[in-house]
């Protein structure tokens, strides 16, 4: 198979200038990643820093309602909240590893953004984070974090003022400034190397869900279930089940208004294959590839493709893609909070949302697990209003 | 034989950028028409909604394009009129998903057929170019290659199978005007005359005739694309005489120094 690829998808489609930073990273990944030096450190920070192992929590409620074994994989426990960290933790340390000073960082709802100042505030590196205007104005509190942490938070005005256009910026802007600066992208995606670095450091959670399910019921999971905007917190949880064939592996993407509506971010559902961002895989386009503005309610799911790897699994059959609506994941939202106590963010909540409507069709002893990627502080406000109801501090 | 290697002759030359639909295609038909006269080739651009290697000025170029409505299957009709007024040697620039997404040997096809000659896809790396070059070859297109500043031991694998032009990434960072370029150009070309005679233009940030001249005098071409398009920017469907006023000063500039 061709450097780079899984299967047809992935590859390195960017600017000559982009090639010989990746080529370096390339060969970090390769050289510093296995060494022993960095992995004790990695392994120690994600311990001690992120709080890992994320528990693996058996719902006596939500398993009762809804009649087989329902088990959440608690990302929402780690430190700032969310998966991001287990990437911006490894990509963190690799940058000091490689000499270079400054993170830079996409960021959707804020999360990445939270998660990448954090290990440079930490580390003692640099940080700028490039944020949609829009996305600013729903996850203002992200925004505030961010800058707590030192890091800069830049604005982005351009096309629909999202995720999309908060990477296209982010390249942009490393394209001026490689020598001393990383690209810290928060999904599994972008041009090769990034798909394979950020899934490795994310396959900590299949890695994880694998031994405490065998060790607390001696047996694999039936299913996993993960929301996929770019998809890292969805590879991660699959990773380590994709040899076994026995475990449905299924990618909750973010309806929006509906796929039948032009608000929606559902790529595998609505896409066609392209070439964007650096990486061949499935766009949200039109019939002349321009690329769609998509909309959904998550602003971690509202980006208009998927990583390669994602696309290899659709097109292999091997993981199924399914969508999940805004109106679905905000009832999800609120049944997980009411229902056990835990506020998931609303890009989880797509994945639960899901687990509730496999209820009728899976027996009683099938075990689920579904990943809780972060968690729903940071979408209480959004929520609200999605209620009609205004928050005030 | 290709036409774009041929343009650049014994003398330097001008390579000028438009973005097509920018104002209008009527209004971009009357700028190549008229730019036919100064520069020895003529990039079109095709809009793309999301032009990552774009500084402002080209990001802007194509956001109002794309809200006109404009298609690749009006830019291939747009080259079909041009080409029956006149012989200028015409490369696309896109991206990759344009070209993909229409199928990438029917708009190759497509395109040769109107008469293009060439194509630039400033995010497909050599790493990538299976993809397109084999199918331009086919059809007699020129599949050109970029180089940058960093690309160093890059540049002679890359320049060893260039065609038509070499096009030399004055600078890091993305298109648009700048004050002052400080790369090394004359070592870019250097490493690109030791394995090709096919012609190497610079472009990225050129925006002056003292530029133009200062770059054409170390290189076998410029090329200039935001600071043209900052005066259709500026004058809209009236920038035809704008533009040619400049662009018969680069020309002036570029000759200066052949």
Redesign the interface.
């Known amino acids: 198979m061709k450097k780079g690829y899984y299967g047809d998808f992935g590859g390195q489609f960017v600017p000559e200038l982009l090639m010989p930073p990746l080529l370096e990273l390339e060969e970090a990944m390769r050289t510093i990643v296995p060494s022993p030096g960095f992995q004790n450190e990695l392994n120690a920070l994600l311990a001690d820093y992120v709080g890992r192992p994320s528990p693996l929590y058996r719902c006596p409620n939500l398993s009762k309602e809804l009649g087989f074994d329902l088990w959440l994989k608690r990302e929402d426990l780690n430190h700032t909240g969310a998966h991001k960290i287990n990437n911006t933790m490894g990509q963190g340390l690799l940058t000091k590893y490689m000499g270079k000073s400054v993170l830079l960082a996409e960021t959707g709802a804020g999360q990445h953004g939270v998660a990448t100042a954090t290990a440079a505030a930490l580390m003692g590196l640099d940080c700028e984070i490039f944020m949609g205007q829009e996305d600013m104005r729903r996850q203002a509190l992200n925004v505030y974090k961010m800058r707590l942490l030192g890091a800069r938070v830049h604005s982005v005005t351009s096309g629909t003022a999202t995720l999309k256009d908060a990477v296209s910026e982010t390249m942009r802007e490393w394209t001026g400034r490689i020598a001393d600066t990383h690209y810290v992208l928060g999904s599994v995606m972008g041009p090769h190397p990034f798909p394979t670095i950020v899934r490795d450091f994310q396959a900590v959670i299949s890695q994880e869900i694998r031994e405490q399910m065998l060790g607390q019921e001696g047996r694999l999971p039936d299913a996993v279930l993960a929301c996929v905007g770019g998809g890292s917190n969805a590879i991660g949880a699959f990773y380590h089940f994709i040899g076994d064939a026995s475990v449905r592996l299924i990618g909750c993407e973010a309806a929006g208004r509906g796929v039948d509506t032009p608000e929606t971010a559902a790529t595998i559902a609505t896409g066609k294959p392209g070439i964007f961002h650096g990486m061949k895989s499935y766009f949200c386009q039109d019939q002349y590839g321009q690329i769609a503005p998509v909309y959904s309610i998550s602003a971690g799911l509202d980006y208009p493709g998927i990583g390669p790897e994602h696309a290899q699994l659709h097109d292999t059959g091997r993981a199924q893609y399914v969508a999940i609506t805004d109106d679905e994941a905000v009832e999800a939202f609120e049944y997980l909070s009411r229902t056990e106590g835990i506020i998931p963010a609303i890009e989880s909540a797509h994945a639960l949302a899901y687990a509730r409507k496999l209820a009728p069709e899976m027996p009683r002893d099938k075990i689920i697990v579904v990943v809780v990627s972060g968690r729903g502080d940071k979408d209480c406000a959004a929520i609200a209003r999605y209620r009609g109801e205004e928050l005030s501090e | 034989m290709s036409k774009i290697k041929n343009a650049f002759g014994p003398g330097k030359a001008f390579v000028a950028f438009l973005t097509c639909g920018d104002p209008d295609l009527d209004t971009t038909e009357k700028l190549v028409l008229s730019l036919a006269a100064h520069a020895d080739v003529i990039e079109l651009g095709i809009p793309?909604?999301?032009p990552?290697?774009?500084?402002p000025t080209i990001?802007g170029a194509n956001l109002r394009a794309?809200s006109g409505g404009v298609?690749?299957?009006q830019i291939f009709e747009l080259v079909r009129r041009i080409r029956k007024q006149t012989a200028v040697p015409l490369a696309f620039m896109t991206?990759?998903?344009?070209?993909?997404?229409?199928g990438t040997e029917r708009f190759i096809k497509t395109a040769a057929q109107a008469g293009m000659d060439g194509l630039i896809l400033?995010?497909?790396?050599?790493?990538?170019k299976e993809e397109f070059a084999p199918v331009c070859r086919a059809y007699g297109l020129d599949f050109i290659s970029?180089?940058?500043?960093?690309?160093?031991q890059?540049i002679a694998r890359?320049a060893k199978e260039a065609e038509g032009f070499v096009y030399c990434?004055s600078s890091?960072?993305?298109t648009g005007v700048r004050s002052q370029i400080t790369s090394d150009i004359g070592a870019m070309v250097r490493q690109v005359r030791e394995v090709t005679d096919v012609p190497a233009a610079v472009g990225f940030g050129i925006s002056t005739p003292a530029q133009a001249a200062d770059m054409a005098a170390k290189a076998d071409g410029v090329i200039l694309g935001s600071a043209i398009v900052k005066l259709v920017e500026r004058y809209g469907r009236d920038a035809v005489p704008h533009v040619a006023e400049f662009a018969q000063k680069i020309k002036d500039a570029v000759r200066s120094v052949s």
């Open positions: 793309f909604s999301d990552t290697a774009e500084g990001q794309l298609t690749t299957d991206y990759a998903n344009v070209v993909f997404s229409y400033p995010d497909v790396p050599f790493e990538e970029l180089i940058a500043p960093t690309s160093r890059r890359i990434v890091l960072g993305v």
